[in-house]
């Protein structure tokens, strides 16, 4: 599972590791505590005017679809095993897929001495996680929102969870957000495929380190969301 992840690139950092253009990204605040329902930028591919664009927007975290119910479920995660069937998602996989960029993730080892929270990260600044977006209309306008797809643990995050987020290596990023429905045989199978041989890769490269336990409560409002000391080391 990934519950909680930092994102603290400034709007034009975004753009420049993404080479895409900025969308409605005047809600974006660095976050080094981004937490479910919160709104967090995604890069996404799309057809305006004959023209294949690249950009990136602001979405809340948490899957809703255009059909979806009123205070029914907004799942954060999806699991990389079904998501490509699994009726909350598949639409989604088809034809709306995006990257959600972060710095790191965090994860919670129950101690003797309550949950012990662990900052989990790579080398890159940037790291580009699998996710899927969708469209939900809120009075005149539209609004995105998303979902981090999750695969069993291969990286640091197994010394304390067995769930990670899909991370993608940068030659990878063009197929999956790849605009137009897949529908030729085999195709989401493939992708799925990429998808596990990506996140490996990357896995590889992550480690972990215990931080404070001022990122538990995301209610706290004297913990600013842009202290870098979040994702300090604690002292050993």
């Given at each position: 599972?990934?519950g909680?992840f930092?994102m603290?690139?400034?709007?034009?950092?975004?753009?420049?590791?993404?080479?895409?253009?900025g969308g409605k990204?005047?809600?974006?605040?660095p976050?080094?505590n981004?937490?479910?329902?919160?709104?967090s930028?995604?890069v996404r591919e799309?057809?305006?005017d004959?023209e294949?664009?690249?950009e990136?927007?602001?979405?809340s975290?948490?899957?809703?679809?255009?059909w979806a119910?009123?205070g029914?479920?907004?799942p954060?995660?999806?699991?990389l095993e079904?998501?490509?069937?699994?009726g909350m998602?598949?639409?989604?996989?088809?034809?709306?897929?995006?990257?959600?960029?972060?710095n790191?993730?965090?994860?919670w080892?129950a101690t003797a001495n309550?949950?012990?929270?662990h900052y989990?990260?790579?080398?890159?600044?940037?790291l580009a996680?699998a996710?899927?977006y969708?469209?939900?209309?809120?009075g005149?306008?539209?609004t995105?929102n998303f979902t981090?797809?999750?695969?069993?643990?291969a990286?640091?995050s197994g010394?304390?969870?067995?769930?990670m987020?899909?991370?993608l290596t940068p030659d990878t990023?063009?197929?999956?957000?790849?605009?137009g429905k897949?529908?030729?045989?085999?195709?989401?199978?493939?992708?799925?495929a990429?998808?596990?041989r990506?996140s490996?890769?990357?896995?590889?490269t992550?480690t972990?380190?215990?931080?404070?336990?001022r990122?538990?409560?995301?209610?706290?409002?004297?913990?600013?969301?842009?202290?870098?000391?979040?994702i300090e080391?604690l002292?050993?």
């Open positions: 599972m990934c909680r930092t603290s690139a400034e709007t034009d950092e975004l753009i420049t590791e993404f080479i895409a253009r990204l005047e809600d974006w605040r976050s080094y981004v937490a479910p329902t919160e709104l930028p995604i799309r057809v305006i004959g294949l664009v690249r990136i927007d602001a979405a975290w948490g899957l809703k679809p255009a119910k009123p029914g479920p907004a954060i995660n999806a699991r079904s998501v490509a069937s699994n998602f598949r639409n989604a996989f088809a034809q709306r897929r995006c990257l959600v960029p972060m790191g993730y965090f994860e080892e309550g949950k012990q929270p989990i990260h790579a080398p890159e600044s940037i996680a996710g899927l969708e469209l939900k209309k809120a005149e306008e539209w995105l981090i797809i999750t695969r069993e643990a990286d640091a010394e304390v969870h067995d769930r987020p899909v991370f990023w063009e197929s999956w957000m790849e605009p897949i529908e030729a045989p085999g195709a989401k199978d493939e992708l799925v990429m998808l596990d990506s490996l890769a990357v896995a590889r992550i972990t380190y215990p931080v404070s336990k990122v538990n409560n995301v209610r706290d409002t004297s913990v600013a969301k842009d202290d870098p000391t979040l080391p002292a050993s």
